[in-house]
């Protein structure tokens, strides 16, 4: 595990606590339309992403040629864009417009890209995608059973749901809250994307507690993953990878639709 500094996005991170008036308002929290340019630069080559949840998710994807895959939460597209060069027919959602914009720059004009939030109903039919790639989204969701309902029903019998969201060990230790691990709770973190500071507030939930929503919703866990990060990173990133292969940073979960 880093040291608790070394957030999923950064070492200049920290946790807010509900009293500190160091940031005027959490109303802003979440806002990727004032921070997307940023997010989206550090998300590029950082370990976090680029070195870590993008291959692992590809990795477990595996071969995806011909697939129909809904990128929900796409943010800015790096996901979607390697998807696409593996020969996958993708769609992208993002509730953000200004993240969708540099996914639009990135993927061009053909690139199937909607603004959606995921808490509502989503704009397909049934079964319409083989696949859903849910890449450090559904964190930010208080209650899982509408959005996952929904995804669960735009994909068909058999299909996958591919989702990483904050290790919930790891979330715990860096709230820096007392609730306790088995506790659902909101707790925010500062973050530093390419110099510009910016908050974002989660939900934690222990490890049961989503396992049980993804079977609520009509999935059966086909893995639960703790990957190493892709090779590369130790020597990129030796401050925070010196001595450890694998981190507590984020947990991978593949589920197929029963
Ligand atoms: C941490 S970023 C990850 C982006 C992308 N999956 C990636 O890995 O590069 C989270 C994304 O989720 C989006 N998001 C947050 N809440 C959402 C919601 N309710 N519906 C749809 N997208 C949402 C944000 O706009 C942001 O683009």
């Given at each position: 595990m880093p040291p608790a500094s070394h957030s999923p996005a950064g070492p200049a991170d920290r946790a807010i606590a509900d009293e500190d008036d160091s940031v005027t308002s959490h109303n802003r929290a979440n806002d990727y339309d004032s921070f997307a340019e940023a997010y989206s630069a550090e998300n590029e080559g950082n370990l976090f992403n680029a070195y870590y949840e993008r291959p692992a998710t590809l990795a477990l994807a595996g071969d995806v040629a011909g697939r129909r895959i809904l990128d929900a939460g796409c943010g800015s597209g790096p996901l979607f864009a390697a998807l696409r060069d593996r020969g996958a027919l993708v769609t992208g959602i993002d509730a953000s417009t200004g993240m969708l914009e540099l996914a639009r720059r990135r993927l061009g004009d053909d690139a199937d890209l909607q603004v959606t939030d995921l808490q509502d109903p989503l704009p397909f039919p049934d079964a319409a995608f083989d696949d859903v790639i849910a890449s450090l989204v559904l964190h930010y969701f208080e209650d899982w059973t509408a959005p996952l309902a929904e995804l669960r029903r735009v994909l068909r019998p058999g299909g996958r749901l591919i989702?990483?969201?904050?290790?919930?060990?790891?979330?715990?230790?860096?709230?820096?809250?007392?609730?306790?691990?088995?506790?659902?709770?909101?707790?925010s973190q500062e973050h530093t994307f390419s110099g510009q500071s910016a908050v974002l507030t989660y939900w934690h939930r222990p490890l049961h507690a989503m396992t049980d929503a993804f079977t609520a919703a009509g999935f059966r866990v086909a893995a639960i993953s703790e990957p190493p990060a892709a090779p590369g990173a130790r020597e990129l990133f030796p401050d925070i990878l010196a001595d450890q292969p694998a981190f507590l940073c984020f947990l991978f979960f593949v589920l197929e639709a029963v």
């Amino acid at each position: 595990m880093p040291p608790a500094s070394h957030s999923p996005a950064g070492p200049a991170d920290r946790a807010i606590a509900d009293e500190d008036d160091s940031v005027t308002s959490h109303n802003r929290a979440n806002d990727y339309d004032s921070f997307a340019e940023a997010y989206s630069a550090e998300n590029e080559g950082n370990l976090f992403n680029a070195y870590y949840e993008r291959p692992a998710t590809l990795a477990l994807a595996g071969d995806v040629a011909g697939r129909r895959i809904l990128d929900a939460g796409c943010g800015s597209g790096p996901l979607f864009a390697a998807l696409r060069d593996r020969g996958a027919l993708v769609t992208g959602i993002d509730a953000s417009t200004g993240m969708l914009e540099l996914a639009r720059r990135r993927l061009g004009d053909d690139a199937d890209l909607q603004v959606t939030d995921l808490q509502d109903p989503l704009p397909f039919p049934d079964a319409a995608f083989d696949d859903v790639i849910a890449s450090l989204v559904l964190h930010y969701f208080e209650d899982w059973t509408a959005p996952l309902a929904e995804l669960r029903r735009v994909l068909r019998p058999g299909g996958r749901l591919i989702a990483s969201v904050n290790h919930p060990i790891h979330g715990y230790a860096l709230s820096g809250q007392d609730a306790g691990y088995f506790a659902t709770f909101q707790w925010s973190q500062e973050h530093t994307f390419s110099g510009q500071s910016a908050v974002l507030t989660y939900w934690h939930r222990p490890l049961h507690a989503m396992t049980d929503a993804f079977t609520a919703a009509g999935f059966r866990v086909a893995a639960i993953s703790e990957p190493p990060a892709a090779p590369g990173a130790r020597e990129l990133f030796p401050d925070i990878l010196a001595d450890q292969p694998a981190f507590l940073c984020f947990l991978f979960f593949v589920l197929e639709a029963v």
